[in-house]
Nanobody, 124 residues
Framework: QVQLVESGGGLVQAGGSLRLSCAAS????????MGWFRQAPGKEREFVAA????????RYADSVKGRFTISRDNAKNTVYLQMNSLKPEDTAVYYC?????????????????WGQGTQVTVSS
């Protein structure tokens, strides 16, 4: 089992930046592929970014490529999502997820563990 707690969400103006954090506890953090997803009101949960256990490989949704950066600090059992040049359409609840896969998973159904989410609101 692994427990995930997100933080860092808030209200920001368009063009601004936020950094989300996801603190993990429980089983060995370094074994997990970590992902970020988001869900806007009335929409399905969508993939944002993923990072392998070593941090050597990452993957991004086209909608955030070049603006968001996923990273991890295995010594702190924490994964981050740096979000720059934020747009109103980035407004959503952002979720952290973990899985013991070696692959960079992009489907929410493939992740075993989830945090409670943190709200990000981007005003125009």
């Amino acid at each position: 089992q692994v427990q995930l707690v997100e933080s860092g969400g808030g209200l920001v103006q368009a063009g601004g930046s936020l950094r989300l954090s996801c603190a993990a506890s429980g089983r060995t953090f370094t074994s997990y592929t970590m992902g970020w997803f988001r869900q806007a009101p009335g929409k399905e949960r969508e993939f944002v970014a993923a990072i392998r256990w070593s941090g050597s490989s990452t993957r991004y949704a086209d909608s955030v490529k070049g603006r968001f950066t996923i990273s991890r600090d295995n010594a702190k059992n924490t994964v981050y999502l740096q979000m720059n040049s934020l747009k109103p359409e980035d407004t959503a609840v952002y979720y952290c997820a973990a899985d013991l896969s070696l692959a960079l998973l992009v489907k929410s159904a493939e992740y075993d563990y989830w945090g409670q989410g943190t709200q990000v609101t981007v005003s125009s």
